[in-house]
């Protein structure tokens, strides 16, 4: 049995695809809980799929994927809050049009001929192709979201619990909504070369509701929810091994299937 | 020693539509004071108005420190995993830095502020899984906490069972006696003749002062207009049958 978990690890390229989970699952999981405490999942989602420009001009470009990263999501969160803010088309059919449009840009971009044959990494990562270089800087961008997480945690917490009565309590709700889309944005820059575009949301999205299901207490559900990320990434690799399926839809399903069995064990 | 002062108080969400104006009074340490008005009448928007949080706002606004609020329970979240000390804890966030942990002291305190509401025993239970009326305490026990020497409360004893009315009049009436200043937003017009001062608001301040000089008929027909109901033996009543938030 040892064996069974042990053996996916022998290799370079799956010792650092594991670095990089257990660095993810740090920042990624206990953020999921804040992303779920505001309501603001849709958001999660949408600047994801909607950074996926980026990825691709990075791609064209040459450049490391976790740039072309940030670029995507300063756009996308840019385009995302205009067209949220179109009275003609509505709050969540302003961020539907604008996220659809954008992922578009990014297939015609990515299936242009000058483009390199790599749609494929851009969509759903290149876990096992993690370099070491890859987890430097979604190390520094996963200390950045879970120290800025701490640095704000009462004033997180009093803004998502209580925002009539937040302001008397020392907290500008606005201010800290705002801080907790820019750590998404940071977030979902550190976990697209891993993850790519479409399933990074679902290590930041699943181990959070998971540990909500779970956990009685703020502070005990975001230690859980780094705890189940770190757990759907080592599961996702072991069970990616043994079934030859690619590693990032291995880890985005084990993350899927760990909330999933969080809701059943606490119906 | 006014604790509240407002003269010519004006504002509202949008610019050029003001959901109140021409609001003007004072409190002094230990009075309460009833704001009545219908829905919609402009109750929460002078909170916000004092809390400083309406997005226009004109005329004065003097208070003794940062207010302490406490809002209608439902506004609070009850899936939100915090426990009845974890509420009243945040109390202490506002004064304590952001790289300090919150310690025995602050513990103590928020302890303390649960016993006075009456739910020490309740202290570990999950929020969200009180009754209304525990909440509501709750609530109060945050602003207990937070030792503000003005507290805004926005109907506080609104859907809440005797037992819980009981325990927050009472708080209330210490809180009056430690010299604080206390608006109470409220529909219930008997209770209000209770309070030292009384504010009826109907977009505009139709009249402050003492109960037995502002709650007369003509003012509290000017007040409500079709919800007030009239009783036996001439005491009003509020239709509050159509209550939005």
Redesign the interface.
Known sequence: MLAWLTDPFQNGFTQRALLEVLVLALACGPLGVWIL?YRQSYAAESISHGMLPGLVLAALAGVPLVVGAGGGVLFAAAAIALAGRDERLGGDSGVAVAVSALFGLGALLALSPEAPPRLQELLFGDLLGTSLGDIAAAAVLAVVVAGALA??H??L??S??????A?????EPARWELVLLVLLAVATTAAAPALGSLLLVALIVAPGAAA?RL????P??LAAAAGIAALAGVAGLVLSYHLGIAAGASVALCAAALAGAAQLRHA | MSLVRTHDLAGGYTPGRDAIEGVSFALEAGEMAGILGPNGGGKTTLFRALLGELPQRRGTVELAGSPAYVPQTDHARLDFPVSALDVALMGAYRRTPFYRRLGRGERATAEAALERVGLADRARVRFGTLSGGQRQRVLIARALVQDARVLLLDEPLSGVDAPSAVRIESVLAELRGEGRALLVATHDVEQARRFERVLCLHRRQIAFGAPAEVLTAPVLQETYGDELVVLEGGRAAVNVGHHHH
């Open positions: 405490l640095f704000a009462r004033r917490a009093a998502a619990f209580d925002r009539s009565a302001r008397s309590l020392g907290a909500l956990a009685g207490r703020l005990a559900a």
